[in-house]
């Protein structure tokens, strides 16, 4: 399924895809491969640059897991899923729930709607 938040909420996309990121990197901020020297970066093959990691401080991510803390279940289950790239769960969430592509996108659009109030409330 592919998914494009609404303008209004670009910000929290983007604050999300870095805190999966770097959970996924297990809370590390280097961006950096386990290699020996730590020097190894990963480059887009098609143009050979290095490709950019968005960095997310320690700090920042415990204001995003606050946020996330503060969504309905619901919600914070579908985000979780979405931004954690696991389609088969996504999948599953969606036969179960008998959504349909387009009743996902809407539910996707509510819970960054939820959480983007959340982050900004607390980031005020």
């Known amino acids: 399924m592919h998914y494009l938040p609404p303008a209004n909420l670009e910000d929290a996309d983007a604050t999300l895809t870095a805190f999966a ?3 996924r990197m297990g809370g ?8 020996a020297e730590g020097r190894y970066r990963s480059t887009d093959v098609h143009v050979g640059a290095a490709v950019p990691v968005v960095l997310i401080p320690d700090w ?12 309905p ?3 914070r289950t579908l985000l979780a899923i979405w931004y954690s790239g696991h389609v088969a769960q996504l999948s599953k969430m969606r036969r179960l729930a008998k959504w349909s592509a387009a009743e996902t996108s809407r ?5 960054l709607a939820t959480f983007d109030a959340h982050y900004r409330r607390k980031a005020a």
Request: charged share 30%; proline share 0%; aromatic share 4%.
């Open 73 to 75: 279940e619901t919600e």
């Open 21 to 23: 990121r770097w959970q």
């Open 60 to 71: 920042s991510a415990a204001e995003v897991q606050r946020a996330l803390v503060a969504c």
């Open 28 to 35: 590390r901020t280097k961006g950096r491969c386990g290699s």
């Open 107 to 111: 539910r996707l659009d509510g819970a």
